[in-house]
């Protein structure tokens, strides 16, 4: 059994809080690194505090550069960063957890928090809430145009998620999505296919005159 890395207590598996010392053991994620100030107030405001974020760089890499709250903590991200920092800060992920991430979810989840809209740093127009991933439980606020905002411990919250095999879940998830898209061929035939990826949903087993009759209703209708 692992221990915790500051009080030296019992940590059961799939389990990140101990619960002696109520201490996160984020020890596996190499992601948490210093940062230094590129700009100490960019022309981005914090939706929540209404001040001016501070340009922040990581030291994991120079070419990822993101605001930051001073008051909240929170963070803005452009198109795509959270991506190259999730990259950076968690990799040799090859299996999926799902216990782990049930329970990452549980200890992190604000469900006391009320649901706010925010505006965008950048433009100022409402931002939409969207999940970032498949069971991530993490709710992002979106511009499409300009970038995503997190609120403080939020990163830590993906980094938690993706390391216990959360997108390898959400790759997966999407992966069969795609293979049951129900699709209708019409192709100038009063017969018709309903088919779920690959397999049809219609069979030898079904009555030939009903067939026949559905299949002539929706001729009907579409040619």
Not at 1 to 7: G, H, P, Q
Not at 34 to 43: L, P, Y
Not at 93 to 104: A, D, G, L, R
Request: overall charge positive.
């Amino acid at each position: 059994m692992a221990r915790c890395t500051f009080c030296s207590a019992p940590l059961p598996a799939n389990i990140n809080r101990c619960s002696y010392c109520e201490i996160r053991n984020d020890v596996d994620l190499h992601g948490k690194h210093e940062f230094v100030i590129v700009d100490d107030e960019s022309n981005r405001t914090c939706p929540h505090c209404d001040v001016r974020l501070k340009t922040i760089r990581l030291d994991s890499t120079d070419a990822l550069s993101i605001e930051r709250c001073d008051a909240c903590f929170g963070l803005f991200f452009d198109p795509g960063e959270i991506e190259t920092l999730l990259e950076n800060a968690v990799s040799g992920v090859f299996e999926i957890n799902h216990k782990h991430i049930e329970n990452i979810n549980k200890d992190r989840y604000q469900n006391h928090n009320p649901v706010k809209y925010i505006k965008c740093p950048v433009c100022q127009i409402l931002m939409n809430r969207v999940s970032f991933g498949h069971k991530s439980g993490v709710v992002v606020d979106r511009c499409k145009r300009h970038g995503v905002w997190l609120d403080s411990s939020e990163i830590t919250h993906l980094m938690e998620w993706k390391k216990a095999g959360g997108q390898l879940f959400h790759e997966k998830q999407a992966r069969r999505s795609k293979k049951v898209k129900p699709q209708l061929n019409l192709k100038g035939s009063n017969r018709f296919n309903i088919t779920m990826g690959t397999q049809s949903r219609f069979d030898k087993s079904y009555d030939d005159d009903l067939f026949e009759s559905i299949s002539s209703v929706v001729f009907k209708l579409f040619r």
